[in-house]
Nanobody
Framework: QVQLVESGGGLVQAGGSLRLSCAAS????????MGWYRQAPGQRELVARI??????TYADSAKGRFTISRDNAKNTVYLQMNSLKPEDTAVYYC???????WGQGTQVTVSS
């Protein structure tokens, strides 16, 4: 079972930036789409996804502010988050679509 470990969360003021990282225990990006999800109190929602070909999709709330990318050599997928808003506060998880594996999550808190 692949292990996914997120990092990079923290407390930031509104308008600030954070970069989340998700390190995989093995090279899975050539065969698996990867996604970033978030969960505030309530349902877990998709934030961004990158497929095997590198095509990215974003939730409407993330478009223009967040960027998902990956480094195959480092087995790491990133989520660059700019212009953060208090409503972005949540636990952020990365997800391997093909392996159906979740990371443990990293907390992002945006203060107003």
């Amino acid at each position: 079972q692949v292990q996914l470990v997120e990092s990079g969360g923290g407390l930031v003021q509104a308008g600030g930036s954070l970069r989340l990282s998700c390190a995989a225990s093995e090279n899975i990006f050539n065969f698996n789409s990867m996604g970033w999800y978030r969960q505030a109190p309530g349902q877990r929602e998709l934030v961004a996804r990158i497929n095997v070909g590198g095509v990215t999709t974003y939730a409407d709330s993330a478009k223009g502010r967040f960027t998902i990318s990956r480094d195959n050599a480092k087995n790491t997928v990133y989520l660059q988050m700019n212009s953060l808003k208090p409503e972005d506060t949540a636990v952020y998880y990365c997800y391997s679509v093909g392996r159906r594996a979740w990371g443990q999550g990293t907390q992002v808190t945006v203060s107003s």
